[in-house]
């Protein structure tokens, strides 16, 4: 494998469970070191890719491969490549901790002397050190989270599947977790997670892949993934006073397309407006408010965030599913539900 | 009250089993009768066809309401209490009494389905003669009801206080084997002696249900001799069992409300980590303490069956360490017995004894230990876990029946000193020994592969378990029954070709123990169970090839 090459790269990958299709067409590729956070709805297809990554589950069609290996050809090699910690814990009842972890390095064919030092490492590196003589069916639901963190680090892979690793977890553990991310990442780690807490991903994911109905609806950076989505920016222009608010609105309505969403709030002094006009027409609409005399302390772009982002997913899944032909029931209360979510 | 009845009894008769279940006994019964129905002119007064009958009829039901009866209630409040569905029941303004009064009724309801199921069979018993609706198939049907009481009661004391759907099935199971045969061992030895003892054992033999049943069938008394007649079993077993049903149900209210789920996490202590004096009556007690911190597994052992032994309660090595112990004491206990001449029993049938001790080591243990090899892991989820690791399908497997064959072999030998001094009383029976061990050896290799492979059919441990227990009972104990019937109803060719099912009749025919010497069941019981045992491990081995399969 070259090193400009991608650890995780999938093309046209597609699962088919008789007439279901979870995963449909499938191209994405990440790169050394980076932290993707697949995002999606319940039932989306993250699991099925993940499991196709691992070698749990072959695809109908299309190729999946991990640090260069065939994810259907050499499965045995992409279980010692991967880590992966699924959504579940996998409990061994009357186990303690570090027979636990004695058993998957054991598996995995660690010598025992490496195995003891490899077991204190990760339970340090996952905040575990305490837990090391508990019964694992005893831990509270956090804890195991750790555990399994530990778990997934065991036999040192290359590359590491998470699902839904904050899950249970307090927000003291879930910043630390972050923490570990990054930590797995600058050690060269690739990750690929998934969670549904949107904003932690968008504080520690390099690239951001947004599946619904088993199909890639976005893929980039988050910056990528919110233009993709969204082709109108959101401005904010805020002034000193609400006194000349009225003018502001006035001069931007000129240099903005007919049509355009412009929203004034003289109590907070800010008009807010949609556009997809580029860089240089901002730029002359900014020279034409000041040029006007009006009094502007702020002129900019308000961030779409991760979430902003899914929901537009969402509803647009919501009209095609509607569109498909789906109960009106059924896209009410999932249009609700998108209501709610926003409200 | 009400919503748990309906709900419990909802759920149970909605799924494949019940129906199944219900099926399943009418054919039986319907068999029964279809079998022993006169197609003759001639009509018999003396009622005895029709008794014959009904010992066959009895027998069965017993032995089906002890195997069914209980496997409903053991399960029941502990899978509230896995699926948390526990902690909103106590939540809501239900009693723990009302809870618990539910539970019981559903189970007891579903039994009286079945028990319904069987109905039509007594009736035609009792078209044949010989029989009253009050006196023979009354009374039956009262002890049956009783007997059911007594099992649900016991499941769920026992599912009140477990932690695990299959040890709560395991214990269960274990309890009612227990009470129905242990309380016939002192009336047994000590038959002729001296009220008060003789009191004393009459009343604790009525807590099996087996004596009454015997004497509502005109059969006499366990192990009765001479001139001995019983008497009064049918109400000391109504006196026994529901003291016994009463005193569970005590036990059990106290247990089902927030104490149940007010449980602190285990601290972990190490034994490493406890005083000397600790440390050492610990060494003293459990030879392999079950808290010391281990060591590593070694690279040369399959790390599969070191897991195993590690997970299982029971199968720890202190646990595996005391039952070997206890089985070579016994074992050389009946031989020493024998052999100073205190039991006038004869070596066949201390050889007869320990070959019952055997199999009911191999029929009780096996079930519980290999019954969730496959399933615990699919239940659990460790299954995806394991087969993200390098080890291959193969390796798991063998590591699963590893870690059950070692302790069956540890008990296996545990027994043999008793063998081996029966050798050394009589040399003759050298060839008989021989033929009982390889006997014993095809047996527990036939259970182990017979749990191995419900296992791997069930993604729940305690169905797997549930089925390996009824599986095994059916071929090992299932063909006694037709045995009891050796003469009338059933001819000899007939009683041989069942037996030659049994592993159980087979190594008592290898022994020589009286009732099974004049059927030729060696070497065809051999040749049979050699088949399914290689019909099973084919099923064992594609099973685990496909689960390890990527989806």
């Known amino acids: 494998m070259a090193s400009g090459d991608p650890v995780v790269a999938t093309k046209d990958l597609t699962k088919k469970y008789g007439k279901l299709v979870a995963l449909d067409r499938l191209t994405m590729a990440v790169e050394r070191g980076q932290i993707l956070g697949f995002i999606g709805p319940n039932g989306a297809g993250k699991t099925t890719a993940i499991k196709i990554l691992v070698g749990l589950a072959r695809p109908t069609s299309g190729s999946a491969q991990v640090a260069g290996t065939d994810c259907v050809a050499d499965p045995r090699k992409i279980r010692r490549l991967v880590g992966y910690m699924p959504d579940i814990f996998g409990v061994y009842d009357n186990m303690r901790v570090s027979e636990y972890l004695d058993f998957f390095g054991a598996a995995f064919g660690i010598r025992r002397r490496e195995r003891v030092q490899r077991i204190d490492q990760v339970l340090e590196t996952a905040g575990a050190s305490n837990f090391k003589d508990l019964y694992v069916e005893a831990l509270s639901h956090g804890m195991k989270q750790r555990v399994a963190i530990a778990r997934t680090l065991l036999h040192d892979p290359a590359v590491i599947f998470m699902d839904e690793p904050t899950n249970g977890l307090d927000p003291q553990a879930r910043i630390e977790m972050r923490q570990l991310l990054l930590d797995l990442a600058r050690r060269g780690k690739t990750l690929i997670v998934t969670s549904h807490v949107l904003p932690e991903l968008s504080h520690v994911c390099d690239r951001v892949a947004i599946i619904t109905r088993g199909k890639l609806r976005a893929f980039g950076t988050q910056e990528e993934v919110t233009r993709q989505l969204s082709p109108l920016r959101e401005m904010e222009v805020l002034l000193t006073g609400s006194d000349r608010i009225a003018q502001v609105v006035e001069v931007v309505r000129k240099h903005l397309e007919s049509g355009a969403s412009i929203q004034s709030s003289p109590a907070e002094a800010v008009v807010r407006f949609r556009t997809a006009r580029r860089e240089e027409e901002l730029a002359k609409l900014l020279a034409a408010l000041i040029a006007s005399g009006l009094d502007v302390t702020q002129f900019r772009e308000v961030q779409t965030d991760l979430e902003e982002a899914f929901l537009t997913v969402a509803r647009s899944d919501d009209n095609g599913a509607a569109e498909m032909g789906l109960s009106k029931t059924h896209g009410k209360s999932k249009a609700l539900i998108s209501e709610e979510i926003k409200s | ?551």
């Open chain 2, 1 to 551: 009250m009400t919503p748990i009845i309906r709900r419990e009894l909802l759920e149970w008769m909605r799924t494949r089993k019940a129906l199944a279940l219900q099926v399943g006994l009418a054919a039986v019964c319907a068999i029964l009768i279809l079998v022993r129905w006169p197609t003759g002119g001639v009509g018999e007064l003396s009622g005895a066809r029709s008794l014959e009958v009904l010992r066959i009829f009895g027998y069965g039901a017993l032995a089906g309401i002890l195997l069914l009866a209980p496997a409903l209630p053991a399960t029941t409040l502990v899978r509230e209490k896995m699926s948390g569905t526990l902690a909103l029941l106590l939540n809501s303004p239900l009693s723990g009494q009302s809870i618990y009064f539910g539970k019981l009724l559903a189970s007891l309801g579903f039994t009286a389905i079945l028990l319904t199921m069987t109905v039509p069979a007594a009736a035609a018993c009792y078209a044949l003669g010989g029989t009253t609706i009050r006196g023979g198939v009354g009374l039956l049907y009262a002890i049956l009801c009783l007997a059911a009481l007594q099992v649900s009661t016991l499941g769920l004391l026992v599912s009140s206080r477990s932690q695990s759907t299959d040890g709560a099935l395991r214990v269960t199971y274990g309890l009612v084997l227990a009470v129905c045969v242990l309380p016939l061992a002192p009336h047994w030895l000590l038959q002729g002696s001296e009220p008060p003892l003789s009191e004393i054992v009459e009343w604790i033999r009525g807590l099996s249900p087996i004596p009454a049943v015997m004497e509502v069938l005109g059969q006499g008394d366990v192990g009765s001799r001479g001139m001995s007649i019983g008497g009064g079993a049918m109400v000391r077993y109504a006196v026994m069992a529901s003291l016994m049903s009463v005193l569970c149900a005590l036990a059990t209210f106290s247990r089902v409300n927030h104490k149940m789920l007010d449980r602190a996490r285990p601290a972990g202590i190490m034994t490493q980590d406890r005083a000397l004096g600790t440390r050492i009556m610990r060494r003293m007690l459990f030879l392999v303490d079950p808290q010391r911190r281990s060591r590593g597994i070694s690279r040369f052992v399959n790390p599969v069956m070191v897991k195993e032994f590690r997970t299982r309660r029971f199968g720890r090595a202190h646990w595996i360490l005391r039952l070997v112990a206890l089985c070579a004491i016994l074992s050389l206990a009946l031989s020493y017995l024998s052999a100073t001449g205190a039991l006038g029993w004869g070596l066949e049938a201390i050889g007869g004894a320990l070959v019952l001790l055997q199999i009911s080591l191999l029929i009780l243990f096996v079930p519980s230990l290999a019954g969730g090899l496959i399933s615990t892991e699919r239940e659990s989820g460790g299954w995806r876990l394991l087969l993200m690791t390098p080890l291959s399908a193969g390796a798991i497997l063998r590591g699963k029946l590893m870690s059950v064959v070692w302790p069956l072999i540890l008990l296996l030998c545990a027994t043999l000193p008793g063998y081996i001094v029966m050798m050394h009383l009589k040399p003759t029976l050298e060839v008989q020994v021989y033929r009982v061990v390889a006997t014993l050896v095809l047996t527990a290799t036939f259970a182990v592969l017979v749990s191995a492979a419900a296992s791997s059919l069930f993604r729940s441990t305690a169905a797997a378990t549930t089925t390996s227990y009824s599986a095994l009972l059916a071929i090992c104990l299932g063909p006694l029954l037709i045995w009891l019937g050796r003469g009338a109803p059933f001819g000899h060719r007939a009683v041989e070709t069942i037996l030659t099912v049994s592993p159980v009749a087979a190594a008592l025919h290898a022994s020589d123990t009286p009732g099974f010497t004049d059927y030729a069941l060696l070497p065809a019981n051999w040749w049979l169970i050699a088949a399914a045992c290689l019909a099973l491990l084919t099923l064992l081995v594609v099973r685990t090839w496909q689960l390890s399969r990527p989806d």
